[in-house]
């Protein structure tokens, strides 16, 4: 089936320029409490799915256990999350977030409502939804994991990745 795709770009690219659009903006919104977005990823995994392994939470965001390591050595060094023996098995680490990376997780929660609202705002709350409801339909459909942004593939490579930025 052959498609005519517009002057202006059809859907694929429309959602590459709105996700270049989207990433940059929650970047920038997110560098005034602090994070980066691959650290908002891992605050807000945490909190969904505290006390995994750090192997189990490379694993779950698609990073090399090599690269995971000193990305979260950095959030544990600034008092967000806490290595604790696993008591299952005494070899792992089970991360949980801390009592003050709770609180810079309510922040983060903040900024993501708003910049929800800024992208979005030209949209009825209907539409929103439906909008919503189209591109979850398409990410399943490509096999996107739910919740993780494919940037944490580079996190930490030192590879040029146009996602490396992006959205918790």
């Given amino acids: 089936m052959r498609m005519d795709i517009p002057a202006r770009g059809g859907a694929a690219f429309l959602l590459a320029q709105l996700g270049a659009h989207a990433a940059t903006?929650?970047?920038?919104?997110?560098?005034?409490?602090?994070?980066?977005?691959?650290?908002?990823?891992?605050?807000?995994?945490l909190a969904t799915e505290p006390g995994r392994s750090q192997r189990e939470l490379a694993d779950r965001l698609g990073m090399p256990p090599s690269r995971f390591v000193p990305f979260a050595d950095e959030l544990e060094g600034r008092g967000l999350i806490e290595r604790r023996r696993n008591a299952g098995?005494?070899?792992?680490?089970?991360?949980?977030?801390?009592?003050?990376?709770?609180?810079?997780?309510?922040?983060?929660?903040?900024?993501?409502?708003?910049?929800?609202?800024?992208?979005?705002?030209?949209?009825?709350?209907?539409?929103h939804r439906q909008?919503?409801?189209?591109?979850?339909?398409?990410?399943?459909?490509?096999?996107?994991?739910?919740?993780?942004?494919?940037?944490?593939r580079t996190v930490g490579s030192g590879k040029a990745n146009p996602t490396s930025s992006f959205n918790s």
Avoid at 25 to 45: D, H, K, V
Avoid at 131 to 152: I, K, S
């Fill in 131 to 152: 909008l919503t409801a189209l591109l979850r339909q398409v990410a399943e459909e490509q096999g996107l994991t739910p919740g993780v942004h494919p940037g944490f």
């Fill in 25 to 45: 903006a929650f970047a920038e919104r997110i560098s005034a409490i602090g994070l980066t977005p691959p650290q908002a990823g891992l605050l807000r995994l």
């Fill in 89 to 127: 098995d005494r070899r792992l680490y089970a991360l949980h977030l801390t009592e003050q990376g709770t609180a810079l997780l309510g922040e983060l929660q903040q900024a993501g409502r708003a910049h929800e609202e800024q992208i979005c705002r030209g949209l009825s709350p209907e539409e």
